[in-house]
């Protein structure tokens, strides 16, 4: 279990507002670093997404990495009326999440071959990445 680290505060409220803002400015520029790294990140995700070719290959390998190019179906509310009717019809509300359908029980629903109204497929496509 983790256990509380405990800190020494200065004894002046003064240097302790200072220290406080101090940093919390450090926390912003590391926030400001993490952010720009996620950008340059997804840009080279969605670079993957758009030039691995679609019809040879699912993926690329480097000399420490496998990039994979993973497209699932995910449930995507058309009808928000028709999916209440059916949710309340078949009382499954194993399908909903706060009347947001719920992938997982809908995707095991998809592969037993039903169909839920009011909902469609929506392809999303993601890159799997592997340490090789």
Avoid at 92 to 103: E, G, H, I, V, Y
Wanted: charged fraction near 35%; hydrophobic fraction near 35%.
């Amino acid at each position: 279990m983790a256990t509380k680290k405990t800190y020494k505060f200065p004894k002046s409220l003064a240097t302790c507002a200072d220290t406080y803002y101090q940093l919390r400015q450090k926390r912003l520029d590391m926030q400001k670093a993490v952010d720009e790294v996620e950008a340059e990140e997804k840009a080279y995700k969605q670079h993957l997404i758009d030039n691995v070719p679609k019809s040879d290959a699912t993926g690329v390998q480097g000399k420490i990495a496998r990039a994979t190019i993973v497209t699932r179906e995910e449930p995507q509310v058309k009808d928000q009326e028709e999916f209440r009717k059916y949710l309340t019809k078949s009382k499954r509300w194993d399908l909903a999440n706060n009347l947001r359908p719920s992938a997982p029980a809908i995707r095991e629903l998809w592969d037993d071959g039903k169909d839920v109204p009011g909902i469609e497929k929506f392809n999303v496509v993601t890159v799997s990445l592997n340490k090789i």
